[in-house]
């Protein structure tokens, strides 16, 4: 293998998945809902699907996305950024946020260059950057003892400006953010928009959690802020927002200046993403969005996905802490980290010391004899010190429907 990619490992998403079904376990793993999909949405796809004569539904479409698909997230961005987003220039339709984070790496880092990473981060941040030859630099938050919210995990921005140098070029923002759910406040946000100008630096602002924000909450988009938008690369998913996470489709939206590295990879890479899969998002939102505007209460993402994931954080935070689990509880998105507070010995897990940190051993115990898989809250640190520090903290999905959330809850009932 090339010295930036190394050896092979099974990221937690392929060796959990595997662990998951091999168990036959109850899954609050996995980011995504195993309930039916919006049918407005599959409506929509066997419609395209049963016009075969519609040719240039099923052909290739135009290179950096659907004119249809980029059409209406032009009109929305533009909306949330304040912004004009231009439909042809500032818009590239990816395979799923992965693909548009990566190309934001691959477009902008060369050799040496460094990203800032605010840790805990989704875990594909740190292998992207070394793929694309750069080198990541972490800036923990911090989370103060027995804190019960995840607005209390903050960064240090002493800290951060410390750690920028000639070398930096990009710092990445996840707002809402996996795995804490935390939302950040638009003062945190100012601050990174302040170190952005100061130190000339580009932004991704991984957003794919940005429609699952509850009122009074607000969900600050970092294009928004003044003077932001020419120096962010903003990253959305249709899997996320439309809660078709199989469909993989994404979107990397900014200035033409950002965003021309990323198309010209793009177009040699894959060239365009399927076209069916496109149109039934592009129409889906141009179904949506005069609701979301004029009429929230009947929009699935102004009202119905926001209002159904918050009553599944309900049902969840309730049964974790019958079960004496202290939780941490998210201000937005699908995730909700926890630790057991039971003494370890009125378990059968006995961990092995030095072996993988407690809360992967622990983990792994869940789900072979509980038969329930949740994610370990360390696979989100990148350094070893800071992997041992997670204790029995894991992190659980409660976008799931409610007879898994029911299974889940006959499991915790056993540690009650
Ligand atoms: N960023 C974050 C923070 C995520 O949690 C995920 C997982 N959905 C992604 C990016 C990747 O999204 P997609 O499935 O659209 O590739
Ligand atoms: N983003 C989702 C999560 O954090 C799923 C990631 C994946 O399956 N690769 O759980």
């Not at 407005?40 to 135009?62: C, G, M, N, W």
């Not at 304040?82 to 050799?111: E, H, P, R």
């Not at 989704?122 to 080198?135: L, M, R, S």
Request: hydrophobic content about 40%; glycine content about 6%; charged content about 20%.
């Amino acid at each position: 293998p090339s010295e930036n990619v190394g050896e092979h490992q099974e990221s937690i998403w392929v060796e959990f998945g595997k662990l998951a079904i091999e168990n036959k376990a109850v899954s609050l793993g996995q980011g995504f809902p195993d309930s039916p999909a919006p049918k407005f949405v599959t409506e929509i796809l066997k419609d395209i699907a049963s016009h075969p004569e519609k040719i240039e539904s099923h052909q290739y479409t135009r290179a950096f996305g659907h004119p249809d698909l980029v059409g209406i997230l032009s009109k929305i961005y533009s909306y949330f950024y304040g912004v004009n987003v231009n439909a042809t220039d500032d818009i590239l339709i990816t395979v799923g946020a992965y693909n548009a984070l990566y190309y934001s790496f691959l477009g902008w880092i060369s050799k040496g260059d460094e990203v800032i990473i605010i840790e805990p981060a989704f875990d594909c941040y740190f292998p992207q950057v070394k793929f694309a030859g750069g080198t990541p630099i972490s800036v923990v938050m911090k989370l103060k003892e027995g804190s019960k919210s995840a607005s209390q995990f903050t960064i240090d921005f002493e800290e951060l400006e410390k750690k920028i140098n000639k070398r930096t070029k990009m710092i990445v923002i996840n707002n809402p953010h996996n795995p804490t759910g935390k939302l950040f406040s638009r003062e945190e946000l100012q601050h990174i928009a302040e170190l952005a100008r100061n130190y000339d630096l580009i932004v991704v602002a991984d957003e794919v959690y940005e429609f699952h924000v509850s009122q009074p909450k607000e969900m600050i988009r970092f294009a928004s802020l003044p003077g932001m938008y020419e120096r962010t690369i903003s990253i959305g998913s249709a899997g996320k927002a439309l809660s078709v996470t199989g469909w993989k489709l994404g979107w990397a939206i900014g200035p033409q200046h950002l965003l021309s590295p990323l198309k010209t990879i793009s177009q040699n890479c894959v060239y365009t993403c399927p076209t069916p899969i496109q149109l039934a998002i592009a129409r889906a939102f141009q179904q949506d969005w005069p609701k979301f505007m004029e009429n929230p209460n009947q929009s699935y993402l102004a009202t119905g996905l926001p209002k159904e994931v918050m009553q599944k954080r309900k049902i969840l935070a309730n049964m974790l802490e019958k079960a004496n689990f202290q939780t941490i509880l998210p201000e937005a998105g699908f995730f909700m980290l926890a630790e057991c507070k039971l003494p370890m010995k009125s378990f059968s897990f006995s961990p092995i010391v030095g072996k993988d940190p407690l809360d992967v051993q622990y983990s792994k115990w869940l789900c072979r004899e509980k038969k329930l898989a949740v994610i370990p809250f360390s696979i989100f640190f990148s350094s070893k010190d800071q992997k041992h520090l997670s204790g029995r903290f894991v992190r659980l999905c409660f976008f799931k429907k409610d007879t898994t959330l029911q299974a889940a809850e006959k499991i915790f009932k056993t540690f009650e």
